[in-house]
């Protein structure tokens, strides 16, 4: 049961334009969700998290969106960079659960210059 | 700062060798610690965490064990390696539950 989705495997966008990555999950019981970055063979890095009685976080050029109603989060990069190339993982868990992650599979981002 | 380290970074493991990868935190005290997979093409997966010294809960059913002998020392073990253990393992500390997950720099284990 996969309890955190993200459909979409990949994703390319031009310099300059907004990334959206998005996320769905399926447990009502998660409270905090996460985005990490991770680059091939290394270990993933935190980006932004968003507590549930919030609906955005804003950190930079990042921003994460949340919509409880519809178990929807999405994160939004603005401006991309090449840099920001990477494969993006969302992540979910509550308070009840020992602090572990669900990860969802991954959506790769390539950013074009 | 905290920081969290875990070795050895690549091996090559023939099928039916032992295992273990060590993983330790540092500036913090009583860490919750994770094992992460990540399988060719696929997501995070979580195979291990531990609440504190001696205290492991798995998440899969697999040939591997874990074990944490120190507050912030954690350690994946196996006594015969499978051909399906191969992967890219990530050791991860968090403060407690709620929190972020930090993870450690990935260790690929290729098994032949």
């Known amino acids: 049961d996969q309890q955190v989705k993200q459909n979409s495997p990949s994703l390319s966008v031009q310099e300059g334009r907004i990334s959206i990555l998005n996320c769905d999950y399926t447990?009502?019981?998660?409270?905090?969700f996460l985005w990490y970055k991770k680059y091939p063979a290394e270990g993933p890095t935190f980006l932004i998290s968003i507590s549930s009685i919030k609906d955005k976080n804003e950190d930079g050029r990042f921003t994460v969106f949340l919509n409880k109603s519809a178990k929807h989060l999405s994160l939004h990069i603005v401006p991309s960079q090449p840099g920001d190339s990477a494969v993006y993982f969302c992540a979910a868990s509550y308070s009840g659960n020992t602090g572990k992650l669900i990860f969802g599979q991954g959506t790769t981002l390539q950013v074009k210059p | 700062s905290q920081t969290i380290h875990q070795w050895p970074a690549t091996l090559v493991q023939p099928v039916g060798s032992p295992l273990s990868l060590e993983c330790t935190v540092e500036g913090t005290s009583n860490p919750n610690l994770y094992w992460y997979r990540q399988a060719a093409g696929r997501g995070l997966q979580l195979l291990f965490y531990s609440v504190g010294i001696g205290q492991i809960s798995s998440e899969v059913p697999q040939n591997l064990s874990a074990s944490r002998p120190q507050d912030r020392q954690f350690i994946l073990s196996s006594k015969k390696l499978l051909l399906s253990d191969s992967g890219f393992y990530l050791c991860?500390?968090?403060?407690?539950?709620?929190?972020?997950?930090?993870f450690g720099e990935g260790s690929w284990l290729t098994v032949v």
């Open positions: 447990n009502s019981m998660f409270d905090y």
């Open positions: 991860a500390w968090s403060k407690g539950a709620g929190n972020t997950i930090y």
